[in-house]
């Protein structure tokens, strides 16, 4: 569509409310055409909505006729409903900006695709291939982009712009020049404790991993501030909308978040892009019922308990309540006392469809015995039927069951492996006899820790649900008697309508049948929808997870489609190794790794200080630079200065957020959080205040505590220490 300048044009809305430089430097001509465009995004989406409302009250008042028909309708109803939703939220404030091409075009992009009443594009979704310069155009590389326009939106108008420009001999009048400047300057805008929406100045090499395709495993691996956990939720919702292999899978994605202040953090970023069915959840709150689960405190416990060789132990203790019967079984019936031989029992087992877990498996045991059991009785003693019916019923067979076969408990199991010794030692095989031991003299507490969620997870995905089949059995009932009851119904309709030839036709048919009766019988138990599987996994804060948590992971994601998204330097248990070293070990191979080296969170004052702290323990670390230089330097200060820092610092910004990291007894206030390091991660604060980092602990671990706590800070940071204790950094 053309961009037709019409400044003196009183119906046409503006939409920029510039302010600082920009607005001194901008004359308001060249930004008609913008105008332009944006009143047009704003027109058509009124339209739009006003013709789906429209549609929606005709079709949901339609008195429908046939059944097909209803269904139909109520499918659209449906359909028109999600639109309207979508519309809802749909404006001119969802353009990004435009680039301008060496042809001549201007493509305008958003967070959704949008055309006029022609057809012709308004702004193209942000997804497209065709969107893709907008974001990726360079100067060494700028993919045929003359300029390119990104906006700040700040409620509802256009607060600021970035123009750069590729191709000067070709510029107009309308771009104003400030490459990098504006864009920095962005940066470094108060915090408000929810993660900010970037989309529009989204930078060339984290869009390149945005868009890469979603086989096998990625590791985007980058240093504090680099813009990993944004590269991982733009990817969610990139390859939901746009990659295939995530749509034939089922569509469904998993963010894995740390902790849940950073669930909490992010949680406006996949909304505002549209994508409001991503499950962002951390590991342990994937493990439901687990009765509010403990941290872990003692780090030794934690780490035998998160090894591949518990998660081992786990299945081989399924495996030993699933062994044959030593000697043939005598199950006595009405007509006959029949055998059951080993070997019998060996059969039956091999006849299991695979994959089950023990306690469906049962199930599907007792129904392959009962067939065998029932071919053995003579046709002339009973028929099929009722041999059948009357070895479901035995208690023999169900003795032997409960012997060979029992009903497992997931939770009672991981309880007993690690109080059993015998039991424990017979199924450990890969632990050492020390970690048995101090596993063995382990208090158990009522609770749960957080460490035993992985193992509980491994546990419930082999046994099941102890009352499975007790539920399995009441609904086979009640499907029974709904059918017959449904039969009488049909029976009856049928012999009191008119036009008997199309009802019957309808209500004969088996489909519509079975659906009436579904809906009768009692709900098949709801799913845990955290327990997958999903088409495509992303882990942020990856290099944190144990082996354990990695086979939580995997269970979840049978294609191995996976981001993994980390820093080696942030390892709270240190890392050494590459990752595709570390990810073997966990099961994951065929790794490539993608890199992102500037910090766009943290002023390189505050940057150069972390990474001295981090240096002195791994020289090697792979620490990022900071796009922003300038900055207010790292303060030292007593830690009994905390409260009047904290509260001048308060005084004097109305707006922006604060954390207390490692003060126990600190409590959080408004605008104030008080976190540990582990909780820390992943976050950011314009003020950070570390209190007392010689005690977050020695060695490697020490040195990532203090490292990560650092580089949550994108203004100002305050190292708060007695002023004998070796300086943090
Ligand atoms: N392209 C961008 N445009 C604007 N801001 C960005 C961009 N990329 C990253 N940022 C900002 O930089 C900060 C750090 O980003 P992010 O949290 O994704 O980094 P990270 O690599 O996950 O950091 P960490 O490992 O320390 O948690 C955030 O404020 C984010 O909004």
Redesign the pocket.
Known sequence: MPDTPIATDPFVQQFFALSGAKAGLTNPATLDADNYRLHAIAQRTEQLRTQTRHRLITRGTDRAGVLQQSLERDVEVSALGARLARLDHLGPQDCLGFMQTTTGERLFIGRLGLSDEQGSPLMIDWRAPAAEPFFAATHANPQGLVMRRRYRWRKQMIAGYFDEVFDLERLGESTSLDDHSAFLAS?GEQRTGK??D?LA???GD?DAIIRRPSAGALVVD?G???????VALHRAAYLLHADARVKNRGGRVLVVSPHDSYTAYVSDILPNLGEDEVLVSTLSNMVSNAGGARVETDSVIGRIKGTSAMVDAVERAVRVFEQPPAQGLVIETPWDELMLSPDQWTAAVDCLESGLDHNTARSQLREVLVEQLAAKVTSEDASGSESRHALAANDQLDACLEEYWPVLDPERLLRTLYSNAPLLRYCARGLSLDDIDTLLQAETGETWTESDLPLLDAARALVGNPHGEQIRVQRAAALSSARTLMRQVVDDLIASADDKEDLSSQLMNADLQDQLVEQRAPEEPVGDVSAGPFSHVIVDEAQDLTDAQWAMVLRRCPSGSLTIVG?RA?ATAGFSGSWAGRLARAGIRDVHVAA?NIN??TTAQVMDAAATAIRQQMPGANVPVSVRTNGAPVRYAHPDELEPILNAWLQSHAEGVAAVIGHDAFTARLRVAALSPEQA??L?FDLVLLYRPERFGSGVEGAVRRYVSM?RATAQLVVLQDPDATRAS
């Open positions: 940066l993660m900010q970037v100045t989204i930078q984290q980058g504090p501030g680099t813009g990993k956990t944004v820093d942030q992102l766009y969170r991660k992943g950011e580089t």
